[in-house]
């Protein structure tokens, strides 16, 4: 990571990520051109928080124009790392790996899913209904070299997780997505996005709480 994508508050990186998305609809839609306040109402933010995030990188736009969207999104692509597509494994092919693997969001979207890994015999072997193929864990290492695999999922119990970390960063990976209930000790220079999906519901069900 550079000093400068160092300093980049990670709020803006993720409206970057809605940037992109909203982007790329107008884009299949037709749209050549688009404004910060169109931006800005489609991702429900102020168009000067769109205009600061955006100037952050460059003058992009034209003043009484807007945004030429097919160059912006090919821009902020770019500043995400997703202009050319980053591999993937998944390690853990139970029911949440196969959903991530099979997530169609994926495709097109700067990410292939290049594996899915296991140690169950009755999985090693299969393919997901997106066609990936589930490998034994064994070939891990492996399979990140050949493929050149900068991202891994883990979609293992926690008590595995640490395990799973350390062979994951020993093959190359320098980004994990974990979904294991555990945080995660890391060396410098490996980014790690915890996602908990109970947590995430816990903190509905307190938001909940008093509105029924």
Do not use: W
């Not at 299969?126 to 490998?135: A, L, Q």
């Not at 595995?160 to 062979?167: D, L, Y």
């Not at 974990?178 to 307190?206: Q, Y």
């Amino acid at each position: 990571m550079s000093d400068d994508q160092a300093r980049i508050p990670e709020a803006t990186t993720r409206r970057l990520s809605l940037y992109l998305r909203v982007l790329a609809d107008l884009e299949r839609n037709g749209a050549d051109t688009v404004s910060s306040r169109g931006i800005a109402d489609l991702c429900r933010l102020n168009p000067a928080q769109v205009r600061k995030d955006l100037s952050r990188f460059g003058a992009f736009g034209v003043r009484g124009v807007g945004y030429d969207v097919a160059e912006l999104r090919q821009i902020v692509a770019g500043l995400l790392g997703v202009d050319t597509d980053s591999r993937v494994v998944i390690v853990g092919a139970g029911n949440l790996g196969q959903a991530l693997a099979d997530y169609p969001g994926f495709h097109g979207g700067g990410f292939e899913v290049v594996a899915l890994f296991d140690v169950r015999e009755e999985i090693v072997g299969t393919m997901s209904r997106r066609g990936h193929p589930v490998h034994h864990i064994d070939e891990l290492e492996r399979i990140i070299r050949d493929a050149d695999v900068r991202i891994g999922m883990v979609a293992v119990p926690a008590a595995k997780a640490a395990e799973v970390v350390e062979r994951l960063v020993g093959g190359g990976v320098r980004g994990l997505v974990n979904f294991a209930p555990v945080r995660l000790d890391v060396p410098e220079g490996i980014a790690v996005r915890n996602v908990d999906l109970t947590v995430e519901l816990e903190s509905l069900s307190f938001f909940l709480r008093d509105r029924k």
